[in-house]
C-alpha cells in the first residue's frame, strides 16, 4: 500500500542510564507537518504514557508538544528529556560547550533548558528551569490515608498534605518510612472522587527513607484522573516535592542551592532517578531546577 508521510521515531527511557528503567517516551522528529488529528492518533499507536512532537519554533530554538493516549497535555517532564536526548544523539543540537543553553516553546510559554555534559559519565543532563513554586491547598490526612490503605501513623506529621506547583499541581504526602510505601493499597475510585474538584492532577507519597545512601527521598506517584495509576518516575512532580522538602526543613538548605536525589519506579519495576535543585531556603524559594538523563532503546520510521 503507498503510504504518503514517514516520520523518524525514537523512544527513550528517561531518568535512567539503564534500557527498561525509568519512564518511556516516544519521540517524533520534524513534526511540522503533522496535524494535531493525526498527533492524536500517532499517540495511540506508540500507546507510552505521552509521545512528544518536535518541531520549528519562531520564538525559541525548538516547539513542543505533548499527546497522551487520550489528550494533549501543556508539558511533562520526562518526555522533555527523552526529545532534547533524541536531538542530542541525532546531532540536531550543536553543543558548543560543557553547559548548551536551549530555549523550549511550550503551549504555556518559554522554557529555559540546559544541556550538561557530565564528565564522570559522558552522558548529558538535561535540566529544565521550572516556575517558581507555589505552595496551594491543604488536606486532611485521614480522607487520604483511608485512600491509600495506610493509617495516621504513617503521615509524617506535622508536616502538612499540601498542593504545590512549579508548572504543573501535585499533591505531597510525606510518609515516615519505606514500609508505608510498601502497604500502600489504592482505592482508585475513592482518590478519584477527591481528586474531582481539588486543586492537584495527582499526588505523591513520599519518605525520606530511601532504597540507597546517595538518595535523598523515595516516592510513588498516581495518577488515576489522568488514566496513570502509577507513574514510573515523574519529572515536574520531582519539582513540587523539592520544593516541598526546602519549604519544610526536611533538608537542610544549602547556598548558593540544594541538590535533592529523588528515586522512584521500583514499585512498577523501572527504577529512575531524577535530580533537583532548589535555590532557596524556608523563608522563600527563587528557582527550580530539574534534570535527567535518558537512554535510546528503539528508533523507527513510522509510516502512514
Known amino acids: 500500500m503507498f503510504k504518503k508521510h514517514a516520520l523518524d521515531v525514537i523512544q527513550v527511557d528517561t531518568f535512567t542510564d539503564k534500557p527498561f528503567g525509568g519512564n518511556p517516551a516516544a519521540v517524533v522528529l ?12 500517532i499517540a495511540r499507536e506508540m500507546n507510552v504514557r505521552e509521545t512528544v512532537f518536535v518541531s520549528k519554533s519562531q520564538g525559541a530554538d525548538f516547539r513542543f508538544r505533548y499527546m ?9 517532564g520526562h518526555p522533555t528529556i527523552a526529545a ?11 553543543l558548543v560547550s560543557d553547559v548548551t543553553m536551549v530555549r523550549l516553546e511550550i503551549s504555556t ?9 557530565n564528565e564522570s559519565t559522558r552522558q548529558h543532563e538535561i535540566q529544565i528551569t521550572h516556575k517558581k513554586p507555589q505552595f496551594m491547598d491543604t488536606y486532611d490526612p485521614k480522607d487520604y490515608v483511608d485512600a491509600l490503605g495506610l493509617s495516621l501513623a504513617d503521615i ?9 506547583s512549579t508548572g504543573t499541581p501535585h499533591l505531597m504526602i510525606p510518609v515516615s518510612t519505606s514500609r508505608s510505601l510498601d502497604r500502600i ?7 478519584k472522587e477527591l481528586q474531582s474538584g481539588s486543586d492537584y492532577v495527582s499526588l505523591s507519597v513520599f ?9 535523598d527521598a523515595q516516592v510513588r506517584h498516581f495518577a488515576p484522573a489522568l488514566g496513570v495509576y502509577e507513574d514510573p518516575v515523574s519529572g515536574s512532580a520531582a519539582g513540587s516535592l523539592g520544593s516541598y522538602i526546602i519549604k519544610y526543613g526536611l533538608m537542610e ?15 512498577v519495576e523501572r527504577p529512575g532517578k531524577i535530580f533537583v535543585e532548589v535555590r532557596g531556603n524556608q523563608e522563600g524559594i527563587d528557582q527550580v531546577k530539574v534534570s535527567g538523563t535518558g537512554i535510546t532503546v528503539m528508533k523507527g520510521k513510522l509510516y502512514f
Open 30 to 41: 520534524n513534526a511540522d507537518h503533522v496535524s494535531e488529528r493525526n498527533m492524536h492518533k
Open 68 to 76: 497522551t493516549p487520550k489528550s494533549e497535555i501543556g508539558f511533562s
Open 84 to 94: 532534547f536526548h533524541a536531538l542530542v544523539e541525532e546531532g540536531s543540537i550543536d
Open 109 to 117: 510559554g518559554i522554557l529555559d533548558v540546559e544541556i550538561v555534559r
Open 156 to 164: 509524617h506529621s506535622p508536616n502538612p498534605l499540601q498542593t504545590v
Open 185 to 191: 493499597k489504592p482505592n482508585w475510585a475513592r482518590l
Open 207 to 215: 519518605t525520606r527513607d530511601t532504597r540507597e545512601p546517595t538518595s
Open 253 to 267: 538548605a544549602t547556598y548558593p542551592v540544594t541538590s535533592i536525589v529523588i528515586e522512584q519506579g521500583h514499585y
